[in-house]
């Protein structure tokens, strides 16, 4: 396989801008200004360089310059600051002002969740997070009040597995192709590799390779795939930590290979090339990483330019944004970048930082990666991340009125309540022994005077029984013998409350708490609790040093799904609502990280 060497006059970044928030007319002018400031800037370059040339920059930018904030990922920051300060040495101009650039490091998750709040100003107008993950999330908030427009990246960076010298040669490198999950395997089977990772929660790296590994399990088969890659998420949970540079801490402190047998020094890390070349470039006495490609390809980080299409976000700061973007292309920034680790937008590699990095040949390192995983793929291996790394105790509340025999369109023969086992089994295996998961009926007067009826109590699903039999085997046939009751109504108030009550009454300290209520219907109890009286009731309930979120799922166009929102957010939960049963084992794990993400968690 060939090595490249940077491509000294490439085309700069792709632009192909993302829209994802944003409407009435002062938006639409601020997109105008910023789609059009790149044909400014070309069309009047001659010019302003004419001007460069008649006063030094320091004397022309004393007293007029434009100043733009940026807030980038602590990786990139770095080099942006150079190239800043190469342009402002140079006295680059946007519409005949000279361009100040400050650039402050801010973690991409920090900034995620920040554009999500709009009662904060971020206070600066590009965003450069290390993956387009981030900027995803931030526009998909409920809360999100920042339109952000993407013009394209500016760099990238595969991810990638880094070993020491010794583990690197017991597993073959380099001459040794993995793909992901047999890496995986090689942390959780014979091989015994202490992998470590920055969390998945606040890491696109983490979160990336999670889900390709996810992915890759899926692949090659079994029926062990779920089971398996919980298991390698378990591993990583004990050596996980708050970021890829702390990461890079847990690595043996020398070469002498005298650490490498310590059980709290990490053989592997998943981490980015940039952050092994970052790591190798420095290494002094420590063991420089050797890294492994995955055969069965990888994604990237890819370092999106977003700007802020806010208030303000002047005409003037528009045009300094496209500026800096297109400086940005030009090729003595493109090799201020290479010379920090990164490859050029696009993902082709470069020679000199592979090889610092720690690639070598046969590893598949030229290989561009493709396209990142799905919004559902990320859901997924955030929603599995979260059940691992916080063992959960979910009261599990199933509508069983009459209306649950209805057929679900487009399924031959299939009911509601067909659908709806075969997802909640599929729900159930994606938790862990550790996990506690209790069930729950409910329709009208099932038990006596009571709608509900507990089928199973809320237990860790490992547990077994006189019989030998475990809690899991116990939820596996209770979901499976779970039937409509012919003319039965949908007592979901007084059901909602009691599961609540006892839900509040059983919490465990250190898991993550919450009572997940399907139903297609609305309450039609009439001699039960009337709805604002259970918002009441359910407010008073509610402890947020102790937090238990309702999930509320309404099955189909007949359930009430207003209802389930109210009630829902009494208890800082969720509600959401799904046309397909099928689609309950997904919704729950995504409530889940919604609910976790919003603070609704016990101590971790």
């Avoid at 709009?118 to 908030?141: I, M």
């Avoid at 990164?342 to 070598?360: D, E, I, L, N, Q």
């Avoid at 509610?542 to 389930?564: E, F, N, Q, T």
Wanted: hydrophobic share 40%; charged share 25%.
């Amino acid at each position: 396989m060939g090595r490249h060497s940077l491509p000294e006059d490439s085309a700069g970044p792709e632009h192909s801008p993302r829209h994802p928030k944003g409407s009435g007319s002062a938006t639409r002018r601020r997109t105008v200004a910023i789609s059009t400031a790149l044909a400014l800037v070309l069309a009047t370059g001659a010019a302003l360089a004419l001007r460069g040339e008649l006063l030094s920059p320091m004397e022309s930018c004393a007293s007029d310059s434009v100043r733009l904030g940026v807030a980038a990922s602590p990786d990139i920051a770095p080099a942006l600051r150079e190239v800043a300060e190469r342009a402002r040495a140079t006295g680059v101009r946007s519409d005949g002002r000279c361009l100040d650039v400050k650039v402050t490091s801010r973690e991409s998750y920090e900034v995620a969740d920040a554009l999500g709040d709009d009662s904060r100003d971020p206070g600066f107008q590009v965003w450069l997070p290390d993956s387009s993950l981030w900027v995803d999330r931030a526009a998909s908030s409920p809360t999100a009040s920042v339109p952000l427009d993407t013009l394209g990246g500016v760099a990238s960076s595969p991810v990638a597995v880094a070993v020491t010298p010794s583990a690197a040669e017991r597993l073959g490198w380099p001459g040794k192709r993995y793909s992901w999950a047999r890496l995986a395997a090689a942390a959780t089977g014979g091989e015994d590799l202490r992998l470590g990772s920055a969390d998945p929660a606040r890491s696109a790296t983490g979160l990336l390779a999670l889900a390709r590994v996810n992915a890759s399990m899926a692949e090659e088969g079994g029926g062990a795939a779920a089971a398996r890659a919980a298991a390698t998420a378990r591993s990583l949970a004990e050596r996980t930590s708050d970021s890829d540079g702390q990461a890079l801490t847990t690595l043996p402190r020398d070469d002498s290979g005298a650490e490498e047998g310590n059980p709290r020094r990490s053989q592997a890390l998943i981490l980015s090339e940039q952050a092994a070349y970052r790591h190798n470039a420095r290494a002094g006495g420590t063991p420089r990483l050797r890294l492994f490609y995955p055969e069965d390809g990888t994604a990237g980080l890819d370092y999106p330019y977003t700007v802020l299409n806010d208030d303000s976000l002047t005409t003037a700061r528009a045009r300094a944004a496209t500026r800096f973007l297109t400086f940005l292309a030009e090729g003595g920034s493109r090799r201020i970048l290479a010379g920090h680790g990164f490859r050029p937008a696009g993902g082709k590699a470069v020679a000199a930082v592979t090889r610092t990095a720690g690639g070598r040949a046969p590893q598949p390192y030229g290989v561009v990666p493709a396209s990142g995983p799905s919004g559902a793929e990320l859901d997924t291996a955030l929603g599995m991340w979260t059940i691992t790394v916080q063992s959960a105790r979910l009261s599990t509340v199933v509508d069983v009125s009459a209306s649950m025999a209805d057929p679900v369109p487009g399924r031959r023969g299939e009911t509601r309540m067909d659908v709806t086992k075969a997802s909640l089994l599929r729900a159930l295996a994606r938790f862990t022994q550790e996990d506690e998961i209790g069930l729950w009926e409910f329709s009208r007067r099932l038990d006596g005077a009571r709608d509900h009826r507990e089928l199973v109590p809320t237990r860790r699903l490992g547990r077994r029984g006189p019989d030998g039999s475990t809690q899991r085997d116990a939820l596996t046939a209770a979901f499976g013998a779970l039937e409509p009751v012919p003319g039965g109504a949908t007592g979901l108030y007084d059901t909602t409350l009691a599961a609540y009550r006892k839900a509040r009454d059983g919490y465990a300290e250190g898991r993550f708490n919450a009572v997940v209520v399907l139903t297609d219907g609305s309450d039609q109890d009439e001699g039960g609790i009337a709805r604002e009286a259970l918002v009441e009731e359910l407010k008073r309930l509610a402890d947020p040093d102790r937090p238990v979120p309702l999930i509320a799922i309404a099955v189909g166009p007949d359930a009430g799904l207003s209802a389930c929102e109210a009630v829902a957010e009494a208890t800082g939960g969720t509600a959401r609502q799904v046309d397909d049963p099928a689609q309950i084992d997904a919704v729950i794990l995504d409530a889940i990280v919604s609910a976790s993400r919003a603070g609704g968690r016990g101590a971790r």
